[in-house]
């Protein structure tokens, strides 16, 4: 099985600078609570970083997600039956495609990244693994819609959205998607066979366990946090003094959330774009929300989205839950 290429697709501005980048960045650094999304971290370094972050002893979810997917091969494969076509939201470097692959014996794999790198390595590693299994890479962003290759036309689906990267999104942004995937799904689904959905959540617990683990002793979430400034001095032609900030993990509880900011030490000033900011000591850029979810506000933000909750695995420790879902009938509500 050959792997089709896919190539990067970044829309520059004549000086070479990622659009989207600078737009949210400017934006970002403009508002009262500074803030620039998440999904910036991933360059070359940060995307290296986060698989360092994956091993961590303090970092439990990635080792929880695949005890799941490995203890309950079984139930998985009596859930969703063979046959299925696989679709993989934002499948990165995903190691725990394998692993659900070969337990469900699906028909096709579909993976969808919005780098076409990522794409291309991964889909290479797994057609190696998987020989026998039709793999076809869509580059695309998932948080839209998407048209899924003619090839699984008429083929039942099952998404997977592993690694709880819905965690990252506030729930509103977290129900656009679901609706979403939920299009991309049903769009070619066979008649009386609607999509089902595997997703991985984090669960709520202790901040005991959850600050270290966005806070490690290595420092290397740190570094995480931090080369978001390197990527913007190289990128954006940026003067933030990065021996200025600080990597700061806080649980909001209120909203059941782990942020990430990075909190000046002192006043500065800097140029972005030239654009001129200015922080006053103690001031923070907020990088990232990490939602945690229990088995009820899973289900509620599952709902809204169009999806209703089958099944649920929890790891032995209940840090971690993997759901299965199916897409709602659109039937009169009593
Ligand atoms: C990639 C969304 C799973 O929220 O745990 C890890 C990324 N950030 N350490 C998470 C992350 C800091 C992460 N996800």
Request: aromatic residues 8%; hydrophobic residues 40%; negative net charge.
């Amino acid at each position: 099985m050959t792997v089709q290429q896919a190539l990067r697709i970044v829309d520059e501005d004549e000086a070479g600078i990622d659009k989207a980048f600078k737009r949210d960045v400017l934006k970002g650094l403009s508002e009262p609570q500074k803030a620039v999304p998440a999904r910036w971290f991933y360059d070359e370094r940060g995307s290296q970083l986060f698989e360092d972050i994956t091993r961590l002893p303090e970092y439990y979810p990635t080792r929880a997600e695949k005890e799941i997917l490995r203890a309950h091969s079984g139930d998985f494969r009596a859930a969703i039956g063979p046959g299925r076509a696989v679709v993989e939201f934002g499948s990165g470097s995903s190691a725990k495609t394998p692993l659900l692959l070969r337990a469900i014996d699906p028909s096709a794999y579909v993976p969808i990244d919005i780098s076409g790198e990522f794409l291309r390595a991964s889909a290479d590693r797994l057609a190696e693994k998987l020989p026998d299994l039709p793999i076809h890479p869509v580059e695309a962003d998932f948080t839209r819609r998407v048209t899924m290759p003619a090839e699984i036309d008429g083929t039942a689906r099952l998404g997977f959205f592993p690694g709880s990267t819905i965690g990252n999104m506030v729930p509103r942004t977290a129900v656009d998607m679901l609706r979403e995937m939920r299009a991309t799904l049903e769009a070619g689904s066979p008649a009386g066979t609607p999509p089902l959905l595997l997703i991985g959540m984090d669960r709520i617990k202790s901040r005991k366990v959850l600050i270290p683990a966005y806070d490690d002793a290595q420092g290397v979430t740190a570094a995480f946090n931090l080369n978001l400034i390197t990527r913007i001095n190289r990128e954006l032609e940026g003067t933030m003094p990065v021996d200025a900030f600080r990597h700061q993990a806080v649980w909001n509880d209120d909203i059941a959330r782990v942020e990430m900011h990075l909190e000046a030490q002192r006043d500065i000033i800097f140029t972005v774009c030239e654009r001129e900011f200015t922080m006053a000591a103690g001031d923070t850029i907020h990088t990232e929300n990490s939602h945690k979810y229990g088995r009820r506000s899973a289900a509620a933000l599952l709902l809204a989205g169009g999806w209703t909750p089958l099944e649920r695995w929890n790891d032995h420790d209940s840090r971690f839950m993997m759901i299965l879902a199916e897409a709602s009938p659109l039937r009169s509500a009593p």
